[in-house]
């Protein structure tokens, strides 16, 4: 009989955000394949004191080459379970993982996704915006004029099919994401500007891109979560 | 000062996938706004079994009057925290929720999400499909034409965008839903089946559609998640 892979949701800082099932799963799993050894050895460490753990129960995610990852699951093949981990959040959401889930899925090997915390997921409950209908865009074009462009017609598919879009950045440049968002967007756009999610300093604002203009926030180098829905706010 | 509004993930039947913390602070609430009263009485009294709570601490959630939902906040006004709660599943995501806690951003209330299981986001990390870009569509048309349509437009969207597509349906309507899928998707789209999330006899399987077709699955009328990825799968 074929081992599980259980997608594991995992985080830098908060231990008490993950459900206490997820550290039993974990007790039982002695094969991990993680996008960094040391960070998930922290963190396993953190979640299972106990747990007899080493470098020697980790392989690197490798998804460059898809023998490689196929090659990865060669323990489960035999009956083992295998944990998957990124660095922090939920494995395949905005995070490597997709090439070796699918080749788990090819092999007929069973995935089994842990609940825990999602900065996106949470970003979108909280922000008051259209949850029926919502589009994760990742990042947007670094390039100054293709991102004018891909924002405005973000904002028109918002419009025309009530759709909330998502996007994220890279911490150094949420400033100047947040200045091209307020410059390119419409006044009446409502824009949910959510940081530090899943740490205590957490913060989730939503309001109208004119009063984001009139209130001079910065946002610096914090991880940041941007949504926005233009229109009519009809759910 | 003015109280938070918690937005609280709940379920109809496992306990042990929420974390502790959640506990903790449904404990702090005496003031609940609710999708059904009745189940969430349920759900808390599982959660938290000591704690003292009856139909008076629960207000049924309307988002129908702007007025009464802005009047639901009133004591949140007044320095309480209020939980809100649906029936299963998170706040906002494919669930009511979203004026209140749009009146809460309007009123400076601060809004704090927590964590917990929400099957469209396990169905995503566990299809290993793009979940780089990936867009949450609701429900499609009832209309079968309609909805043929809207499959051909999704899948081109889906390949145009390098975008994996989820939506659900009504459990009654998943059978044909699913033969939709198989009769208008081009055979080498990937489609990932996601039935009963988080529970435990919850089932994620991805395959082409070619391979769909020949294995006569049958949905019946289980909860049931699905995503598709057209085109190379390059993420």
């Known amino acids: 009989m074929k081992g599980n892979l259980y997608i594991i949701p995992s985080s830098i800082s908060e231990e008490n955000i993950f459900p206490e099932i997820n550290k039993d799963i974990i007790n039982t799993i002695n094969h991990f394949v993680v996008e960094n050894s040391k960070v998930s050895l922290g963190f396993i460490k953190r979640i299972c004191p106990e747990k007899e753990i080493s470098y020697e129960n980790f392989e ?9 990852t196929s090659k990865q699951l060669g323990l489960c093949m035999r009956g083992e379970n295998i944990g998957l981990l990124t660095d922090a959040g939920c494995p395949n959401i905005a995070d490597p993982g997709a090439k070796l889930i699918l080749h788990a899925h090819e092999n007929n090997i069973n995935v089994i996704p842990l609940v825990g915390p999602s900065s996106i997921l949470l970003a979108m409950m909280g922000s008051g915006l259209n949850g029926n209908n919502f589009s994760f865009n990742g990042y947007l074009p670094v390039d100054k004029n293709e991102r004018s462009i891909k924002i405005k017609k973000l904002e028109i598919q918002s419009r025309n099919n009530n759709q909330s ?7 150094y440049r949420n400033q100047s994401l947040f200045d091209d968002l307020k410059r390119n967007l419409n006044n009446h756009t409502f824009l ?11 913060k989730i604002k939503t309001m109208q891109v004119k009063d ?21 706010v009809t759910f």
């Open 60 to 68: 690197v995610l490798d998804e460059d080459d898809p023998i490689i």
């Open 165 to 171: 879009q998502i996007f994220i950045e890279t911490p």
């Open 192 to 202: 949910c500007v959510a940081k530090n999610i899943g740490s205590k300093n957490q």
């Open 212 to 232: 984001w203009k009139s209130k001079k926030e910065i946002i610096e180098k914090e991880p940041t979560i941007f949504i926005f829905h233009s229109g009519l």
